[in-house]
């Protein structure tokens, strides 16, 4: 009989406990092998995405576009009007935009904190048929305090949207299409927060600064 077969299955687990006590380090090299592996599939997996989705990232004839449309890089953003890091890295996309005029701004609308930022998103994406998206989005991200409909609805007034209108072009399935392809991009790139940046080959989760969103734009026109 071998020495497994004369073991309880109690003494193992003190035998395991006490190796484990003894050799912290054996536990934490497992535990960083393991995230390593994790991070590895991770990327790798984001990678198959950036390929297989590159068109509707980059050109989803349903996403609003900033910036020149034109532009020879393009960055995707997926944000939530109810996000304060978005709101802190919008005068650091701007920035970008205003020093870099070769810069196309893909607008990904992702509401993932409240019904409001729901609402929020639609009325956004509603402008369009007004030709009001760039004044709405900019309105919204400047708001203070919490983004709810009521307020939101405000906001549409101020800038002169027709808000009846609005609230009508709030319901089309365009809009339905457009968060529901947003929630699918971000889950399938491993994204878990907002605001999320795709550069090229490059995901950027969080808050960036101008800085470095200028030198993974210019990365990504290198390699084009």
């Known amino acids: 009989m071998s020495l497994a077969q004369d073991l309880s299955d109690d003494r193992i687990k003190a035998l395991i ?8 380090e054996l536990v934490l090299e497992a535990l960083q092998a393991l995230e390593a592996r994790q991070a590895d599939a991770q990327a790798a997996a984001a990678a198959a995405v950036l390929t297989s989705e590159r068109t509707l990232l980059d050109r989803d004839p349903n996403a609003p576009v900033l910036g020149n449309p ?6 995707v953003e997926f944000f939530d ?14 920035a970008l935009l205003a020093e870099d005029g070769n810069v196309r701004l893909v607008m990904r609308e992702w509401p993932i904190l409240s019904e409001g930022s729901a609402f929020a998103a639609r009325a956004a994406l509603a402008a369009r048929k007004q030709g009001k998206y760039p004044e709405m989005h900019n309105a919204l991200m400047e708001m203070r305090g919490k983004v709810e409909a009521d307020t939101v609805l405000r906001v549409a007034g101020e800038i002169g949207l027709d808000v009846e209108k609005l609230k009508a072009d709030m319901q089309s399935p365009e809009i339905d299409e457009h968060i529901a392809t947003s929630m699918r991009l971000a889950e399938a790139l491993g994204f878990n927060g907002t605001p999320s940046f795709v550069v090229g080959d490059q995901l950027i989760p969080g808050f960036v600064e101008k800085a470095q969103l200028a030198e993974v734009v210019s990365a990504a026109r290198a390699v084009e």
């Open 70 to 75: 034109d532009g020879d890089v393009t960055v």
């Open 81 to 94: 009007y109810n996000c304060p890091y978005c709101k802190r890295a919008m005068p650091e996309v701007d």
């Open 17 to 24: 406990a006490e190796t484990m006590r003894e050799n912290p």
